[in-house]
DNA sequence: CATCAATAGTTGACGTATCAATTGTTGATA
DNA sequence: TATCAACAATTGATACGTCAACTATTGATG
């Protein structure tokens, strides 16, 4: 079975493979999925968030985050209040519960990226976050 | 804001950014999902084949091929006919129609992957490729 | 001060991927 | 030949992400 794909193409799709590949591997091997994780470990190092910042941090739609912290919420690993100064803004931020469980995921994680990154030395991991961004920034404005 | 992940940590995120823009993207520059073009463009290369096949090619859920290839055959892309000498498989072809609708597909998705890797050079395409490939490796058994 | 654009968050509709369970068929083996 | 494991395809349940439309609030401008 021949493959007619450019080099361009055939990158569009090993991105895509590996990006379906690790969603459900990443919530298999560490407990809770990606994007929640993400989520959790920002709310760990800034404490208290409004949601639409946490939204450009995680960068997932916003309509996402509402679900992800609704959920999370009755998960007891999160609550959310409003604050007086600004009706909009719901403010979030981890519960006890949810502080000392993220620490378990963390492990879990970065066992789970050492796996997948096993074999990359420091300069290829740059090489790979540069070139990332690279792309990130060439489809930014379609 | 600062960032306490991990050069490892970050390469998740960053791919998961990366793909998760990808394709609403992609389907507004092409006309066409990404999972549906390289279904197509597939079958276009291969003429006939079985869905069991098609699904290792493009390395999604057997369950979202059959619902794909159902939506493409309404679509009148595509056609699905079953074998004599085995009852189980379903052979899928392209019609006439989805035939010459790929080319225009094709058009504009190599316009959208040069887009994407733009400002990359063939040892780039190279190394990024090599590189994915490893990362997919390294996580298949997971 | 009234109006109106901008902002924060929410909801609904939709597409897509996964996994698990099921149906129907085939082929090997006891 | 009867049984049973393997296989192809399908279906149902579930999760996630997008976009578009909507609500409520805020703040600036006439």
Redesign the interface.
Known sequence: ??C????????????????????P??E??TGIS??RY?LL?HLY??DEVNQS?LQK?V??DSAAITRHLKQLEVDGMVVRSKIASDNRVTLVRLTEEGRNRILGYKEE??R?????????S?E??????T??????N???E?
């Open positions: 079975m021949t007619l794909f450019s080099d361009q193409e055939k990158i569009l799709h090993l991105l895509k493979g590996l990006s379906n590949q690790i969603n591997k990443f298999r091997c990606s994007s993400e470990y190092q800034v910042t941090a960068n997932i994680k970065v789970f990226v050492n796996t997948m990154l096993n074999d990359f420091k290829e991991l740059d090489m790979v976050t070139m990332l961004n690279r792309m990130q060439n489809i930014s379609l």
